[in-house]
């Protein structure tokens, strides 16, 4: 539904979806672009496909 409504929006309107997700695999799939923060400061940026190579994973890792 997130990644319809992203493409498709409400009545033919498309929408930004702005998503905190705490399942990564979730949040690959879906996202156009992601950005993560560290304590209010961005500390990396870019289109959603690239998440894989740029090692993301390791930065949202607990």
Same mark, same amino acid.
């Given at each position: 539904?997130?990644?319809? &409504? =992203? +493409?498709?929006?409400?009545?033919?309107? /498309?929408?930004? *979806?702005?998503?905190?997700?705490?399942?990564?695999?979730?949040?690959?799939? &879906? =996202? +156009?672009?992601?950005?993560?923060?560290? /304590?209010?400061? *961005?500390?990396?940026?870019?289109?959603?496909?690239?998440?894989?190579?740029?090692?993301?994973?390791?930065?949202?890792?607990?």
């Amino acid at each position: 539904m997130i990644r319809k &409504l =992203a +493409d498709v929006g409400l009545q033919g309107q /498309r929408m930004a *979806v702005l998503l905190c997700e705490q399942y990564y695999d979730f949040a690959q799939e &879906l =996202a +156009d672009a992601y950005m993560v923060m560290e /304590r209010g400061e *961005v500390i990396a940026k870019g289109p959603g496909h690239e998440m894989q190579a740029k090692g993301i994973r390791q930065l949202v890792a607990i």
